[in-house]
């Protein structure tokens, strides 16, 4: 289990997150969920390593963490950040094997390239463009090389910052998919997302954060049926259709 307990950071004299707690098991999809400003990614940021908690641990299978992101990736704690940020200069391929770049130091040569077909025939798109330019390729193809270089590293624990800002609804819900079926492999993913109906039709829990104080947390089913907190952060006051993943009954039309 990858948790937070008790967190609490200052940005200077500006509190961010005030006494947040919060867990994820192997296995399983949780959201979360708030506006811009709340303190999503600075939490994503202090389990990955890459900010101290002014108060508060991080734990990992019941012990404190490892410190800093490249001790957390080795334990298995990997984060895809805001804005895919792929290396533009290098090829598919290399950007692949940049995010296995610590298993292949080590020595998994083998399983590697196991794991790089297996990237491929998730995301298919990657393959036609496996000897291109990474800063070549649209948006959304640089989502799903961002994604796939993340899985590369081989996590347990994989930490998502924004994967459908900014993607059309088509693509979105290829995503969503992906993440949805993540946790058959065993990997745990906390996943911050703006689109809400998205991230909570593949979830099994959520959380919300309101300036860095977390209100709610339980099933999506629950924020689903609080007429406050679907206006709030949903956007509307009837409970929508999630049948499809990852996308409302509008989402697919336009897909």
Same mark, same amino acid.
């Given at each position: 289990?990858?948790?937070?307990?008790?967190?609490h950071?200052?940005?200077?004299?500006?509190?961010?997150?005030?006494?947040?707690?919060?867990?994820?098991?192997?296995?399983?999809v949780?959201?979360?969920l708030?506006?811009?400003?709340?303190?999503k990614?600075?939490?994503?940021?202090?389990?990955?390593?890459?900010?101290?908690?002014?108060?508060?641990?991080?734990?990992?299978d019941?012990?404190? *963490?490892?410190?800093?992101?490249?001790?957390?990736?080795?334990?298995?704690?990997?984060?895809v950040?805001?804005? +895919?940020?792929?290396?533009? &200069?290098?090829?598919v391929?290399?950007?692949?094997?940049?995010?296995?770049?610590?298993?292949?130091?080590?020595?998994?040569?083998?399983?590697?390239? +196991?794991?790089?077909?297996?990237? =491929?025939?998730?995301?298919?798109?990657?393959?036609? +463009?496996?000897?291109?330019?990474?800063?070549?390729?649209?948006?959304?193809?640089?989502?799903?090389? *961002?994604?796939?270089r993340?899985?590369?590293? *081989?996590?347990?624990?994989?930490?998502?910052?924004?994967?459908?800002?900014?993607?059309? &609804?088509?693509?979105a819900?290829?995503?969503?998919?992906?993440?949805?079926?993540? &946790?058959a492999?065993?990997?745990?993913?906390? =996943?911050?997302?703006?689109?809400?109906?998205?991230?909570?039709?593949?979830?099994? +829990?959520?959380?919300?954060?309101?300036?860095?104080?977390i209100?709610?947390?339980?099933? &999506? *089913?629950?924020?689903?049926?609080?007429?406050?907190?679907?206006?709030?952060? =949903?956007?509307?006051?009837?409970?929508?259709d999630?049948?499809?993943?990852?996308?409302?009954?509008?989402?697919?039309?336009?897909?």
């Amino acid at each position: 289990m990858l948790e937070v307990s008790g967190v609490h950071y200052f940005y200077g004299q500006a509190r961010a997150l005030s006494d947040v707690s919060l867990n994820l098991d192997r296995g399983e999809v949780v959201s979360l969920l708030g506006m811009n400003g709340a303190g999503k990614t600075t939490l994503l940021n202090i389990l990955s390593g890459v900010l101290k908690p002014t108060r508060g641990q991080v734990l990992l299978d019941g012990n404190p *963490a490892p410190k800093g992101p490249v001790a957390l990736v080795r334990a298995g704690v990997v984060q895809v950040p805001e804005g +895919r940020q792929v290396f533009a &200069p290098l090829t598919v391929r290399e950007n692949l094997e940049m995010g296995a770049y610590i298993r292949l130091k080590a020595g998994e040569k083998a399983a590697v390239a +196991r794991d790089l077909e297996r990237m =491929l025939a998730l995301f298919p798109i990657l393959g036609t +463009r496996i000897g291109g330019r990474a800063g070549d390729l649209s948006g959304g193809e640089q989502q799903m090389l *961002a994604m796939a270089r993340g899985l590369m590293a *081989a996590p347990r624990y994989l930490l998502l910052d924004e994967p459908s800002l900014g993607l059309s &609804p088509k693509v979105a819900a290829e995503i969503f998919r992906v993440i949805r079926d993540l &946790p058959a492999t065993g990997c745990g993913v906390l =996943l911050v997302e703006q689109n809400a109906l998205g991230a909570l039709s593949v979830s099994k +829990r959520g959380f919300i954060l309101t300036t860095g104080s977390i209100r709610f947390s339980g099933d &999506p *089913a629950d924020i689903l049926r609080d007429a406050q907190l679907r206006e709030a952060f =949903l956007g509307q006051a009837c409970q929508p259709d999630l049948s499809r993943d990852g996308q409302t009954d509008a989402q697919a039309g336009q897909a």
